[in-house]
């Protein structure tokens, strides 16, 4: 069982954090986000081609992270792979010891800095997981062939609340657990109220008992920083306060960390909400000081583990 | 400068043999003036067939608020910007003037080839 | 429908080069329709042509594709040097074919098949999968509409029913959505979509329909 599992059904309120790799072959850039990080975290993801822009792959990535003693949770895309690839690559993953799997179905090749390739999407993140669910607990191929030995796989997927149409989010997610989703890391929490709406749908469905649900934070550097999101990232959705406040705040930094922390605290008191994903985007540094702020260091069983200050 | 010119039957025609009468289109050897039953009658085809002879093409037509035919300015207007396009990216040097006039008032038609004259 | 643009000018210029007879073909169907390719276009052109010092010919054939129509342009052909097509990319070929020995170059880029909404606008409908499943998503085609060809909802980028990709792009899953709304069909979105079986679209391989039944 993976340690993220475990812990989950421990009944841990866990910590997860995304690593963006590096536009190159340069391996000790993952090192290092994976040392500012470790101890504050209990597993790690790191992106797959992020808003399509060529990156060292989550497969490699992972590795790096796994050979440094982190969990890594490895993000998987049908943008660029066929159902052959991503077998492959989920074999090859279960093959080297990484445990943790997001399938997602992967931002527009026309959004990232290869708009001109041909994107795959030959099937859709719900397909996926219930190939990987069935390689794992039936272990057979989509195709009825038995698969040799056994995988361990703790399957997760993402989702975002924000999204249109909003009254049919929590029936996709409805789906993902169906096709074999234990976990979910969700799109980037500004709007507490719309999150909570959505999290009263939730469990209304009682859909917090099948799946653990991991609310995504993001802190922000600076009012640029919140505007970048705003315009090029999809499916993000931020309230007029959060954007006063990082205008006018004296001190950006300070400001997006006091936010982030807030919301922490104020998602870890909603039913149904399992844990949190920190996704500091290219301020990896900066988790440390979030999780501590937030109450939630240390992290269980990491005794004598520590990260470095920031 | 030899030009060639079209009008519709309602308002550009009649302009046009009002302008020649006054002398307004000698600023170049007009050629001939064509009529056509409405503007929005005009294609690209028969633009560029126009154009065969003589340097300059002048279209003629009611204001396109008060077009008998509703639309005919209108589409005439954008169909004569494409074709104008095309003879540009083609590297053709010929110029296509629009101009919206009726016989009580051919100023417009003045105003347009003074235009050419000045930058031409 | 087939919908396809014109190439821009200049690289129909660039392509016939030091051409002099000049046959522009168009043709009566699909491109007739999307405003592109028919005998007004054809026209068009080549009287462009002749402006800029080619000799330009224009014809139209009823469809392009189709050899029994193609051969009635049989002597305009002959009389050209160069042949500049404007029918969809499978009326250039089956030129091509008919006529190994003239140059045939594309004057047009042949786009999707699609519907003629209004008046100077056409989308995309289909994209010939070979497995028509419109009616599991209440006549809307995620396939084809969708960018990412989603079979089990929307993905996350959706936003006031429009896609990531560009803003004036209807989400198809928003108009699913609405449509099994409006059918009282909302439930059956809940049921999952196996992966498609993509053997039957261009994928497989290259595609014919063959009926025995019509052949002697």
């Known amino acids: 069982m993976s340690r993220l599992q475990e812990l989950l059904e421990k009944g841990e309120f866990v910590v997860t954090a995304e690593v963006g790799p590096p536009k190159g072959a340069d391996r000790e850039s993952v090192e290092k986000k994976c040392a500012q990080i470790a101890g504050f975290i209990d597993a790690v993801n790191v992106t797959d081609n992020q808003t399509a822009i060529v990156r060292l792959s989550s497969f490699a990535s992972c590795l790096i992270a796994h050979s440094m003693g982190l969990e890594p949770v490895m993000q998987m895309t049908c943008r660029d792979r066929n159902r052959i690839a991503l077998e492959s690559d989920f074999l090859g993953a279960c093959a080297l010891g990484i445990e943790n799997f997001l399938c997602l179905t992967g931002d527009h090749q026309s959004l990232g800095n290869h708009p001109q390739a041909k994107s795959v999407f030959d099937i859709d993140s719900v397909q996926l997981l219930s190939i990987f669910r069935t390689l794992r607990d039936e272990g057979v191929f989509p195709n009825g062939e038995k698969l040799k030995g056994r995988v361990v796989a703790f399957l997760g997927a993402g989702e975002n609340p924000f999204g249109d149409p909003v009254e049919f989010r929590v029936y996709r997610l409805m789906k993902k657990i169906k096709a074999g989703a234990q976990f979910i890391q969700t799109q980037a929490v500004f709007d507490l109220e719309a999150f909570a709406r959505f999290m009263e749908e939730v469990c209304r469905l009682h859909l917090h008992e099948k799946v653990a649900i991991l609310a995504g934070v993001i802190p922000l550097k600076s009012y640029q920083a919140l505007r970048y999101m705003k315009e090029e990232v999809p499916g993000m959705v931020i309230p007029r306060e959060v954007e006063e406040r990082m205008k006018d705040a004296q001190d950006p930094k300070e400001e997006g960390i006091r936010l982030c922390v807030e919301t922490i605290k104020a998602l870890r008191s909603m039913r149904g909400v399992r844990g949190v994903h920190i996704m500091a985007v290219a301020w990896e540094s900066v988790v440390p000081d979030i999780v501590r702020e937030a109450g939630l260091f240390p992290r269980p069983g990491k005794e004598g583990e520590r990260g470095e200050d920031s | 400068m030899k030009i060639r010119a079209l009008g519709c039957e309602r308002s550009g025609f009649p302009a046009l043999l009002k302008a020649k009468k006054e002398g307004m289109l000698s600023v170049g050897d007009c050629l001939e003036v064509f009529s056509l039953p409405c503007l929005g009658v005009v294609s690209e085809a028969m633009l560029f067939e126009l154009l065969k002879e003589g340097d300059l093409l002048l279209v003629v037509g009611c204001p396109p608020g008060s077009c008998y035919n509703e639309w005919g300015s209108t589409l005439a207007e954008k169909k004569i910007r494409r074709a104008q396009n095309l003879l540009d990216e083609a590297g053709v040097k010929r110029k296509i003037l629009l101009a919206f006039a009726t016989e009580e008032k051919i100023g417009e038609v003045a105003k347009v080839l003074q235009d050419v004259r000045v930058s031409p | ?216």
């Open chain 3, 1 to 216: 429908m087939i919908v396809g643009e014109r190439k821009p000018i200049q690289e129909i210029l660039a392509v016939l080069a030091s051409s002099r007879r000049v046959l522009v073909l168009g043709c009566g169907a699909c491109v007739t329709v999307c405003l592109s390719g028919g005998e007004r276009e054809a026209h068009e052109v080549a009287a462009l042509l002749n402006l800029r010092g080619y000799e330009a010919e224009y014809g139209v054939v009823e469809r392009q594709c189709e050899k029994e129509f193609v051969m009635h342009a049989r002597e305009a052909v002959t009389r050209a040097e160069t042949v500049l097509s404007l029918a969809c990319g499978v009326g250039v070929q089956t030129l091509a074919e008919l006529f190994p020995r003239v140059p045939v170059f594309p004057g047009l880029d042949t786009t999707f098949m699609g519907a003629p909404l209004e008046v100077g606008l056409w989308e995309e409908r289909c994209i010939g999968c070979g497995e028509c499943i419109v009616h599991r998503f209440g006549g809307v085609c995620p396939v084809a509409r969708c960018a990412k060809s989603l079979l089990n909802g929307p993905c996350g980028g959706s936003k006031n029913g429009r896609c990531e990709v560009r803003p004036e792009r209807d989400c198809a899953w928003q108009l699913i959505y609405d449509r099994m709304k409006f059918l009282g069909r909302l439930e059956e979105l809940l049921d999952i979509q196996p992966p498609k079986d993509w053997s039957p679209s261009r994928y497989g391989a290259q595609r014919k329909t063959i009926r025995e039944d019509v052949r002697v």
